[in-house]
């Protein structure tokens, strides 16, 4: 099956000094992939020839980190971004991945795309390790405020790639809350606990922040605040440990040595919780499959974004989603919450 994905090539903060070499890593890993670079031609013909697996879109805007997504979806019509996403929409893509900023992608996503039947806001998704594997949590900032039936859609649409891309066939799903106790939350996620509790999907309560790295659950569904900054936390916290662990080995000669000894037990750890295993986060929801890579992505965060649509590809998780919403959703809901 050949799989065939536009690349954002102007998008990010390094644009195509880190997409090219991604995308030519991509192509040795997987020989059944094309890839189309969209940006500025004569930039990307200076930096590599058009090859049988590599092709060059032509786009004559570039959207900025810092534009308002308004701006960019009224004003940047032939930019990189839109011209990918546009490529999927006709059908000579099959997926999107780009670097650039966030708002914009999600917007013109939205616009050019449209959302699944049943689906009233597309939600952003990844995955992140845990004491037992890697654990899907979403929403992580499309959404700030959303309601309980959002909140259900987010269930839905994250136990499907759950269970698309990790092979799980009933992947449990937890709602973030302040307390596992059925008193705690506020309404919103009370009302979400009750109708997750009414659907067919394998709902097992509320959980706590400390849950999403314990692997208590496949699958975390919040609203896009808490889900950011729970997201930001981690983040931080990772970087936190690094320089400890850092500062802590280089204090003196004898930690150094013990440094030395620890090697492989240090490499281990840094490859199982490197941030850039999990780069390429899903736009869910959309009729369409887009990954946002995180903006300072380098060329191997880049490709594991490429891989991730690729799965989504040969797991055709749109198609999956919009058949399981319309399984739980369809006998329910005849119209847009909001």
Not at 110 to 137: E, N, S, W
Not at 300 to 307: E, N, P, V
Not at 320 to 329: F, M
């Amino acid at each position: 099956m050949t799989v065939r994905i536009a690349l954002d090539a102007m998008g990010g903060d390094h644009g195509i000094d880190t997409v090219l070499p991604a995308a030519l890593q991509a192509l040795k890993q997987h020989p059944e992939l094309e890839l189309i670079l969209v940006g500025d031609e004569t930039l990307l013909n200076s930096k590599v020839s058009p090859q049988s697996r590599l092709h060059i879109h032509h786009a004559s805007q570039v959207v900025e980190m810092h534009e308002m997504p308004s701006k960019a979806l009224r004003q940047k019509k032939d930019s990189s971004m839109r011209v990918a996403i546009n490529l999927v929409k006709s059908g000579e893509a099959q997926a999107c991945v780009s670097a650039g900023n966030t708002g914009a992608l999600m917007a013109t996503a939205r616009f050019v795309l449209k959302t699944l039947p049943y689906i009233d806001r597309p939600a952003i998704c990844t995955a992140l390790p845990t004491m037992t594997g890697q654990i899907h949590v979403l929403d992580l900032g499309a959404n700030v405020d959303s309601s309980a039936q959002h909140l259900l859609q987010f269930a839905v649409m994250g136990s499907v790639l759950t269970s698309a891309i990790n092979n799980i066939d009933n992947p449990r799903i937890g709602l973030l809350n302040i307390g596992a106790e059925e008193i705690k939350g506020n309404e919103q996620v009370k009302q979400a606990a009750q109708l997750l509790s009414s659907k067919p999907i394998n709902y097992t309560g509320f959980v706590e922040g400390d849950d999403i790295f314990k692997g208590t659950v496949d699958v975390v569904v919040c609203d896009g605040f808490a889900g950011n900054v729970a997201l930001k936390a981690s983040e931080g916290a990772a970087k936190m440990i690094t320089h400890y662990f850092k500062q802590a080995f280089s204090a003196n000669l004898l930690t150094k040595f013990a440094a030395l000894v620890s090697m492989p037990v240090l490499k281990s750890l840094k490859h199982r919780i490197d941030p850039r295993r999990y780069n390429g986060a899903s736009l869910l929801g959309l009729q369409g499959i887009v990954i946002k890579s995180h903006g300072g992505a380098d060329a191997l965060a880049f490709s594991y974004a490429i891989h991730e649509a690729i799965l989504e590809v040969e797991k055709n998780v749109p198609e999956r989603i919009r058949d399981q919403l319309d399984t739980i959703l369809g006998q329910t809901q005849t119209e847009p919450t909001g």
